[in-house]
């Protein structure tokens, strides 16, 4: 069932690709969240991950377009990828600090 659900959700991933290929530039560019979007959605369903339980998985499966639904959803609940982007670089530009710190800290010790 779960290899299903993600043959299914990677079937329309590649569908959506070949629909984007056909449209001009800036459409495209226009569409590179919802394309980087529903390719990570499409990873949450690999079939070695047991994340999801079999009657979630059930009832995604049964939609007939199961990452249309999932995305359109994931827009209407207005989650956004922000707060993570933001802890990302907060993690990052901590690290580089540290780094300062510990390259000047060797710099005085010679």
Same mark, same amino acid.
């Given at each position: 069932?779960?290899?299903?659900?993600?043959?299914?959700?990677?079937? !329309?991933?590649?569908?959506? !690709?070949?629909?984007?290929?056909?449209?001009?530039?800036?459409?495209?560019?226009?569409?590179?969240?919802?394309?980087?979007?529903?390719?990570?959605?499409?990873?949450?369903?690999?079939?070695?991950?047991?994340?999801?339980?079999?009657?979630?998985?059930?009832?995604?499966?049964?939609?007939?377009?199961?990452?249309?639904?999932?995305?359109?959803?994931?827009?209407?609940?207005?989650?956004?990828?922000?707060?993570?982007?933001?802890?990302?670089?907060?993690?990052?530009?901590?690290?580089?600090? !540290?780094?300062?710190?510990?390259?000047? !800290?060797?710099?005085?010790?010679?």
């Amino acid at each position: 069932m779960r290899e299903e659900l993600y043959n299914k959700l990677a079937k !329309e991933y590649l569908e959506y !690709e070949d629909r984007l290929k056909q449209l001009p530039i800036q459409d495209i560019i226009d569409k590179s969240y919802e394309t980087a979007i529903k390719n990570e959605m499409t990873y949450y369903f690999d079939p070695a991950s047991d994340y999801f339980n079999d009657e979630r998985i059930k009832v995604i499966n049964n939609l007939e377009h199961p990452l249309a639904a999932l995305y359109e959803d994931w827009i209407d609940n207005d989650f956004g990828i922000g707060e993570d982007i933001r802890l990302s670089i907060d993690e990052f530009s901590y690290s580089l600090i !540290e780094r300062q710190k510990e390259s000047k !800290e060797n710099a005085y010790e010679r």
